[in-house]
């Protein structure tokens, strides 16, 4: 599997999560964003009961019509987990800035009694954070791609303090690097997840696939062997070192696109 090839370089143990401390909150340099650039993800996830995911789709659907109907202009896309807990659904907004967020709270407040009467009823549970696109942790094509229909989606949770968050920074951003250099042909996504609250993993690594075909396919050559051929074994094996010991755990899914449940803005 792709992103599981991928996620053997940034993964060294299945250990229960520990939280977000607060050692590493303060410790990692997390600086204020530029509040006007676009680079900030909302994610929202909701899980639900077998019994109610009809009437809880049926209750998006309408809590979408109604943002249709007030001209809402921020588009969300659906996704369902398709392995681990499959009762979950997941939105994310596109890349907005932080200042677009407050535009959206006022925009959709119209239809927050939908939402209350028609999706929250149905709800088991919800879970929501920031995540801050890092572009110099990833690669993706220059240029866009068709929608994927399938994303495998791995949460790293890093050992508290800061040489851990560092040391993954620094690895991620040479992988990258080798990745881009190489023109590797895999193409994936990190973001830093941001207001995650306790057990919220504390980076996320995105990679898309046309298919599940595509997505069984291995990276050729391996993420390992790229990274060795760009900087030299001995390096290499550095980075491997320094990636696995920064890690708490690792965690993967499947999600697919829904269409039925996306809310795309006019004129998008």
């Given amino acids: 599997m792709q992103g599981t090839a991928l996620s053997e370089v940034l993964m060294n143990t299945t250990t229960p999560w520990l939280a977000l401390s607060f050692t590493l909150l303060c410790a990692t340099g997390i600086q204020a964003a530029d509040t006007s650039a676009p680079t900030i993800i909302?994610?929202?996830?909701?899980?639900?009961?077998?019994?109610?995911?009809?009437?809880?789709?049926?209750?998006?659907?309408?809590?979408?019509?109604?943002?249709?109907?007030?001209?809402?202009?921020?588009?969300?896309?659906?996704?369902?987990?398709?392995?681990?807990?499959?009762?979950?659904?997941?939105?994310?907004?596109?890349?907005?800035?932080?200042?677009?967020?407050?535009?959206?709270?006022?925009?959709?407040?119209?239809?927050?009694?939908?939402?209350?009467?028609?999706?929250?009823?149905?709800?088991k549970s919800e879970t929501s954070s920031f995540l801050e696109v890092m572009p110099e942790l990833s690669h993706m094509p220059k240029a866009a791609d068709p929608a994927s229909a399938l994303i495998e989606v791995t949460f790293f949770k890093l050992k508290p303090g800061h040489e851990a968050a560092e040391a993954f920074v620094a690895a991620a951003k040479k992988i990258a690097a080798a990745a881009d250099k190489s023109n590797w042909a895999f193409n994936y996504?990190?973001?830093?997840?941001?207001?995650?609250?306790?057990?919220?993993?504390?980076?996320?690594?995105?990679?898309?696939?046309?298919?599940?075909?595509?997505?069984?396919?291995?990276?050729?050559?391996?993420?390992?062997?790229?990274?060795?051929?760009v900087y030299g074994k001995e390096a290499g094996q550095a980075i491997r070192k320094s990636v696995n010991e920064a890690l708490q755990s690792v965690s993967s899914h499947v999600d697919s696109y829904s269409a039925d449940l996306t809310y795309t803005a006019a004129g998008k």
């Fill in 189 to 229: 996504t990190i973001g830093r997840v941001r207001e995650g609250d306790e057990g919220a993993p504390d980076f996320i690594l995105v990679g898309p696939a046309k298919s599940w075909a595509d997505l069984g396919k291995e990276p050729d050559p391996s993420v390992w062997k790229m990274v060795e051929n």
């Fill in 42 to 123: 909302r994610d929202y996830t909701d899980i639900v009961a077998p019994a109610d995911q009809q009437a809880y789709e049926a209750g998006v659907k309408n809590f979408n019509q109604c943002l249709h109907q007030h001209g809402f202009k921020f588009t969300w896309k659906a996704w369902v987990h398709e392995t681990g807990n499959t009762y979950k659904y997941s939105y994310v907004s596109d890349p907005l800035s932080w200042e677009s967020f407050d535009a959206m709270n006022t925009a959709g407040k119209a239809c927050d009694p939908t939402l209350r009467t028609a999706v929250n009823p149905h709800l």
